[in-house]
């Protein structure tokens, strides 16, 4: 799981440039070529990255397949935008968007087939919230605004700032 967390981090950040290129790519070698364009220094993240790359072909075998779903269904997207942060269904809806599945999916690769890795993680969704730069990419590209916000005594963070302050 701290796998599948990892990966769900990096490919949420990257989601708006890397998403069309993965989703576009023809062949591992065109996966490879848009994944190292945000290869950095040594990092937590390039060991994300570099999983990523040494197993493109896997990753290429389920984007290709049946079980990865390009558009996840806007419900779902609403959902995970919307909802309460400990939510069951912000985490059910979450786990709809390509990031997620794609997280689930390589996971465990190379130790487990991707099918293997997506069946064991599916079943207990991501608790993150959705990064920011995905929040903003779903939201623009299915018009899902901004929920209203509920009385201060909903937010705990808005209940401890200061009117003088702002703290």
Not at 64 to 84: G, W
Not at 128 to 150: A, C, I, S
Request: proline residues 10%; positive net charge.
């Amino acid at each position: 799981m701290e796998n599948r967390n990892a990966l769900v981090d990096w490919l949420e950040i990257n989601w708006p440039e890397v998403g069309p290129k993965l989703l576009s790519a023809k062949g591992p070698q065109a996966i490879v070529a848009s994944l190292v364009l945000y290869a950095g220094p040594e990092t937590s993240r390039s060991f994300i990255l570099r999983r990523l790359v040494e197993n493109a072909g896997a990753l290429l075998s389920f984007l290709t397949s049946r079980r990865f779903h390009r558009k996840p269904p806007k419900r779902a997207v609403m959902d995970a935008l919307n909802k309460p942060w400990n939510d069951e269904r912000k985490m059910r809806g979450a786990a709809k968007l390509p990031t997620r599945q794609i997280a689930n999916a390589m996971a465990g690769v190379p130790e487990l087939e991707w099918r293997t890795s997506l069946d064991r993680c599916s079943k207990v969704p991501s608790p993150l919230v959705v990064g920011k730069r995905t929040e903003d990419y779903y939201r623009e590209l299915f018009r899902v605004p901004l929920p209203k916000r509920g009385p201060a005594k909903q937010n705990p963070r808005e209940m401890c700032r200061n009117p003088i302050t702002g703290f």
